[in-house]
């Protein structure tokens, strides 16, 4: 099975600032069918189901504000909010959908400073 | 628009039955495979299960396999999760979700709790 770390477990960073989350697979997860990375990302807010921001390790999701980020390949990925705002403030996870079972990482809170 | 609304979560004794639904609405349930998901009390995020969009095949986590069934009903656009022999572990708000591979639509959860 492949195993999701994500890095930090939280993190507080200053409105306007930027904010950088990481994720590291325990083995690649590089689709070879499409060249792709099979990785997204989710942004939880209390409450409230998961909203999927990012696909395919860099591909933002329709409606997500471009602040968004991803980037990354092979093992190690990273989820950049470029200008964090108050609303911004949720738990983001990352997940792989390579090979079944689709793990996800544990998650990272972020807060305002 | 796409919808999922999951229901059938509630109170259940340890070693008890539950069922839940997902129904969808707002695209071809017939094209897309559908997922459970489920996460504990303050926990992260677990995926549970998943079946293709015929039915045909379906998937489970090692924590729920030989007690959990996913099926679905192409004719009435519903996805169900059955568990059985339920336990405390399985405490946890379920989610229905459309697979793409990745999840971009997600019911709201309806919570599952196994207490004596």
């Known amino acids: 099975d492949i195993v999701m770390t994500q890095s930090p477990d939280s993190l507080a960073v200053s409105l306007g600032e930027r904010a950088t989350i990481n994720c590291k697979s325990s083995?690649?997860?590089?689709?070879?069918?499409?060249?792709?990375?099979?990785l997204s990302w989710y942004q939880q807010k209390p409450g409230q189901p998961p909203k999927m921001l990012i696909s395919w390790a860099s591909t933002r999701e329709s409606g997500v504000p471009d602040r968004f980020s991803g980037s990354g390949s092979g093992t190690d990925f990273t989820l950049t909010i470029s200008s964090l705002q108050a609303e911004d403030v949720a738990v983001y996870y990352c997940q792989q959908y390579y090979s079944i079972p689709y793990s996800f990482g544990q998650g990272t809170k972020l807060d305002i400073k | 628009e796409v919808q999922l609304v999951d229901s059938g979560g509630g109170l259940v004794q340890p070693g008890g039955s539950l069922r839940l639904s997902c129904v969808a609405s707002g695209f071809t349930f017939s094209n897309h495979a559908m997922t459970w998901v489920r996460q504990a009390p303050g926990k992260g995020l677990e995926w549970v299960s998943s079946i293709i969009n015929s039915g045909a095949s379906t998937y489970y986590a090692d924590s729920v396999k030989g007690r959990f069934t996913i099926s679905r009903d192409n004719s009435k656009n519903t996805v169900y999760l059955q568990m059985n022999s339920l336990k405390a572990e399985d405490t946890a708000v379920y989610y229905c979700a459309r697979d793409q591979w990745y999840y971009a639509y997600w019911g709201q959860g309806t919570l599952v709790t196994v207490s004596s």
């Open positions: 083995q690649t997860i590089l689709y070879s069918s499409n060249n792709k990375n099979s």
